[in-house]
């Protein structure tokens, strides 16, 4: 026991002391924050400069409005004010101006337009056909907006936007209907998500339903699963690479006079647990102070902690000691990534499932999906971070089920292990690693 | 001369009994027996491939055998003992990313040293070995030398009573083989038992109590070097004339056998006394010689004959 644990601390400071791991802790708080703070900054740097646009307005009666809107748009849309009272410009401004298509011009107006937003005099143009208004018109070819960017929406949308708006105003007057009494008439109506309603057993009173949060239903399942799956991550690969270098590197011949293979694999993955428990405390203690201060910690409950401990520490032994088991018996990094494939294939299993099992947790397919050992950990996890969660007896099974796969798993992997570690050349076939696991 | 050496009256560190190992079809070590004395040096020779790793990883109980019996420092058949046994392998095995203090430290608490005693002994053998300046550095800034020696204080380092050192001269530069070969020497003067795999006869022959060869298997020495060396009779001839090795050829019962430049060697069938003076009517002599073969004469005789010059039990 006492040397498992030496070679458990040497792998857990072999590794907590690299940089690569002191990288690997910040990579993903460094990389929220520069996708956080790189949007910012794109907002803030966002191209302001006046936006030209020329209207080929053939029906005769929305180019006013266009000017109008534009002109409202400019003076009280994209202006941003400061708590200290300043101003800020926070959007381009849209400036149109009529194009006149009449005779030579009008024929020619898309050929002539097309070169001035070449000569980059206009961002684009819009045109405006003459049945446009009209209520039986046809829909395709009404309004066309052309341009080189195809990628700027904001002006075709506005202009969309903007049009539709005055066409309908234009088409309400002519039916002889009140508009206002129309949005009151078709004014929408919204789901107020609640969960349920119950009666206090001491006072009696009826608790009523809280109304259902995106944040408790949705952020939290997926966040625990995939926090789950980064741990396994950054352990179970590792596995792999260690052993494999140890073996090239003829170190494991050493370790073997003085440990035995089962108390080396054991030591490894006892090391390899406590470096992915250092990182989940990690991740888990800055996710709980971000959430804390955003005054939504109270919408995780504390009950899934232990669930996320478990489940990590079943997912670890059971896919480390497989990796273990891969990287013993092979002797070079391409063969061992041909065993590895495989089973990353495994690992992410549940990540391609899980959205489906979201939107109904408790179906069949959920049920059987989350016992299946392998994928248990993650999608168990995910049942139990969506209220009300699955029945106990799921939870239970799961967890019985996913412990002797993982018994399974180490045993199955300390027998790989023990003849791998030694053997040298061509690495094993599938059927002779099956032949290794079953000698005695 | 493949009986075993009389080790009656002497306790032993390690005893063989009818040991086989077999990897598939192939039979790595047949039916091999071997007792080493305690505090004897035990020279382990052969070929490569020829079933000395496979030996040794059979005494460390990397390796279970199929069949027969290991004992090792009284322990049989377990791994008991292997805290009590120090091990350099043949292709090294160091910590490249890990500092030389750490790796050692680390290789000494393994074999059941407290961090107390493991801190002292590093400092008191990186001192000795010229390394104590380096305690700090990784093990890659090291030179093959002194990765080498590195190695050597990891085997060393909990104080075995077994030292089992398998080519620790490979690849060494004069002073730091003379350094180690003295730290090995020393080690055994502490009663320590060293058994060390060697390509080097010359070693074999300068250290060695005993010299035990092994051959596709099969134990084909095992004894002391006079006891093997008598057994191959006073055949050899060492000489040295004007004409080198051309000199000679022609002779009749004469056989070369090593030709080093300057001197040569040959197996002589009939009287050496007939030979020198046919030598003498050919050429001018500076050195004639009669010997008992040197123990890489026997090996080559062993490792490299016509097939009946093989000699098995």
């Known amino acids: 026991m006492n040397k498992i644990w030496r070679v458990a601390v040497t792998e857990y400071l072999n590794t907590v002391r690299t940089k690569a791991f002191i990288i690997g802790v910040l990579a993903l708080p460094v990389l929220i924050c520069l996708s956080i703070g790189l949007q910012y900054l794109g907002q803030k740097n966002k191209d302001i400069r006046d936006q030209r646009f020329a209207v080929v307005d053939r029906s005769g009666a929305l180019s006013p409005v266009i000017a109008a809107k534009a002109a409202e748009r400019n003076e009280k849309f994209i202006v941003q004010r400061g708590p200290d009272g300043s101003t800020a410009q926070r959007a381009p401004k849209f400036i149109p101006e009529l194009f006149e298509a009449t005779g030579a011009t009008g024929t020619n107006a898309e050929v002539i337009l097309s070169e001035r937003v070449r000569r980059k005099e206009l961002t684009g143009f819009v045109v405006i056909n003459t049945n446009a208004i009209a209520v039986d018109g046809s829909a395709e070819g009404d309004l066309a907006w052309f341009t080189e960017t195809q990628s700027n929406n904001e002006l075709p949308d506005w202009l969309e936007r903007t049009i539709n708006e005055e066409i309908r105003r234009l088409r309400f007057d002519q039916a002889g209907v009140d508009q206002a009494l129309v949005r009151k008439l078709s004014r929408n109506v919204t789901v107020k998500r609640l969960g349920l309603s119950k009666v206090d057993a001491t006072t009696g009173e009826v608790v009523k339903a809280k109304e259902a949060n995106r944040f408790a239903t949705f952020g939290v399942p997926v966040g625990c699963m995939f926090l789950l799956y980064m741990m396994v991550m950054s352990a179970v690969p590792a596995l792999l690479n260690t052993v494999l270098e140890e073996k090239m590197q003829k170190i494991s011949e050493v370790l073997l006079s003085a440990v035995t293979p089962f108390q080396l694999m054991l030591g490894k993955l006892v090391g390899a647990t406590m470096v992915s428990f250092t990182l989940s405390a990690l991740y888990l203690a800055g996710i709980g102070g971000l959430l804390w201060k955003l005054g939504v910690l109270n919408l995780v409950p504390p009950a899934l902690v232990p669930w996320f401990v478990l489940f990590q520490l079943l997912s670890l032994l059971m896919f480390g000691s497989i990796s273990l088991a891969i990287g013993a018996a092979c002797s070079e990094i391409r063969d061992a990534q041909n065993f590895m494939f495989p089973l990353m294939m495994v690992v992410m299993l549940p990540y391609f499932v899980f959205l489906p099992i979201m939107q109904s947790p408790g179906s069949a397919f959920a049920r059987w999906f989350s016992l299946f050992p392998p994928a248990t950990p993650s999608l168990m996890l995910l049942r139990i971070a969506i209220p009300p969660g699955p029945p106990w007896w799921e939870i239970a099974l799961g967890v019985v089920l996913t412990t002797l796969c993982t018994i399974a798993c180490v045993w199955a992997g300390a027998k790989i292990f023990r003849i791998g570690i030694l053997a040298q050349g061509q690495a094993p076939s599938f059927g002779r690693l099956f032949g290794w696991i079953l000698s005695k | ?313």
């Open chain 2, 1 to 313: 001369m493949i009986s075993a050496p009389d080790t009656s009256g002497r306790s032993l560190a390690v005893r063989l009994t009818n040991v086989t190992k077999t990897f598939g079809q192939h039979t790595a070590v047949n039916d091999l027996s071997l007792a080493v004395p305690n505090g004897s040096v035990y020279g382990f020779i052969g070929p490569n491939g020829s079933g000395k790793t496979t030996t040794i990883r059979m005494i460390l109980h990397i390796f279970h055998p199929d069949r027969g019996e290991i004992e090792v420092l009284g322990e049989r058949s377990t791994r008991a003992a292997n805290d009590r046994i120090g091990y350099l392998p043949e292709e090294r095995g160091l910590y490249k990313k890990m500092t030389v203090r750490r790796v050692l430290a680390y290789y000494a608490t393994l074999k059941g040293m407290n961090h107390r005693d493991s801190r002292e002994a590093i400092g008191h053998w990186l001192e000795k070995m010229g390394l104590a300046k380096w305690a700090n550095h990784k093990v890659e800034a090291l030179s093959k030398g002194m990765a080498q020696k590195i190695q050597f204080i990891a085997a060393v380092i909990a104080k075995p009573q077994l030292l089992i050192l398998d080519e620790p001269f490979s690849g060494l530069d004069p002073v730091n083989l003379e350094v180690l070969r003295t730290a090995i020497l020393e080690e055994r003067q502490r009663g320590t038992t060293v058994i060390f795999s060697t390509h080097d006869m010359t070693m074999a022959e300068q250290m060695c109590d005993f010299v035990f060869m092994i051959y596709k298997g099969r134990k084909v020495l095992d004894g002391t070097l006079a006891a093997i060396q008598s057994s191959y009779g006073v055949d050899t001839v060492r000489l040295r004339v004007d004409g080198g090795g051309e000199a000679v050829r022609g002779l009749d019962g004469v056989q070369l056998i090593r030709d080093l430049g300057q001197t040569q060697e040959f197996r002589c069938a009939g009287d050496p006394q007939e030979l020198l003076k046919a030598l003498a009517a050919r050429t001018r002599v500076h050195l004639f010689e009669v010997a008992k073969p040197s123990l890489h004469d026997i090996f080559i005789r062993i490792a490299a004959p016509a097939p009946e010059e093989v000699k098995h039990e």
